[in-house]
């Protein structure tokens, strides 16, 4: 497993953990939750970020800022227009060229515009930057996406924040199917069961946010899906039986005969 490197934009992660730094109770439990998931890529919002001076703000002065690759997030754009304009600011303070497309239309639901996310993912691109476009499980949407020239894809197993784990697993399988370049499950996951879940279908990683920092021990969760991601992805590379519709005895009936 050692050698199992996840990829991305030709930069190789050992982790496939990759972590939000939103809605932690203070900035010690959020780096010990850091240190405990062995994060690599930590996301964060850029309207959360002063970007007159990004090495004293509230969410960067407390993390090693070497170690670390940041994906800075469009979170609250609500359409391609904006979520251009905010990767523009992010790499113009010298956050990173890298960036997470995130655009949601519908405060209730906060699921990502298609249209307006393949809009700034295709422009971004021809920019340099970068992209990994936070979507749904629509496996058309998510090739039209990795066309563009997506470094990775991101599509939702649930609405962010729901905890309702993989709604369509079929849909999240297809997308793994068909696709080149790393898919990372992104919103809505609960536990360390959807974790492992959406491992074994295939998945390069994992971005979570909410499901640690709102534990009520974000530490012990970070570690807890950190263990599972391994285990889902010892698990998908071992490969799993097939289901069958009927039993099979686990030893062979002529193993009982006494010769």
Do not use: C
């Amino acid at each position: 497993m050692k050698k199992d490197k996840l990829v991305i934009a030709g930069r190789e992660f050992s982790s496939r953990f990759l972590l939000g730094t939103g809605r932690y109770p203070n900035p010690f439990v959020q780096n010990e939750a850091i240190r405990a998931a062995e994060a690599e890529i930590l996301t964060f919002a850029i309207r959360r970020v002063n970007l007159e001076n990004p090495g004293e703000d509230a969410i960067l002065q407390h993390l090693d800022q070497t170690s670390f690759t940041y994906l800075p997030n469009t979170s609250g754009a609500s359409n391609a227009e904006e979520a251009i304009r905010i990767a523009r600011l992010a790499r113009a303070s010298g956050i990173s060229d890298w960036i997470k497309v995130e655009i949601s239309a519908n405060e209730k639901t906060l699921l990502p515009d298609p249209i307006e996310t393949l809009k700034a993912t295709e422009t971004l691109v021809k920019e340099g930057f970068t992209v990994l476009p936070y979507t749904s499980d629509d496996p058309i949407l998510a090739k039209h996406l990795e066309e563009a020239g997506a470094a990775a894809v991101m599509p939702g197993g649930s609405p962010i924040g729901t905890g309702l784990g993989i709604l369509n697993p079929y849909n999240i399988g297809l997308i793994v199917e068909e696709s080149s370049v790393p898919i990372i499950v992104d919103a809505g996951l609960g536990s360390a069961s959807d974790i492992t879940q959406a491992m074994e279908l295939g998945v390069d990683g994992v971005l979570m946010n909410t499901p640690v920092a709102k534990a009520k021990d974000p530490v012990r969760m970070a570690e807890a899906m950190k263990l599972a991601i391994q285990a889902g992805r010892m698990s998908f590379k071992a490969g799993r039986i097939p289901k069958k519709p009927y039993a099979t005895a686990s030893s062979q009936f002529e193993e009982y005969i006494v010769k």
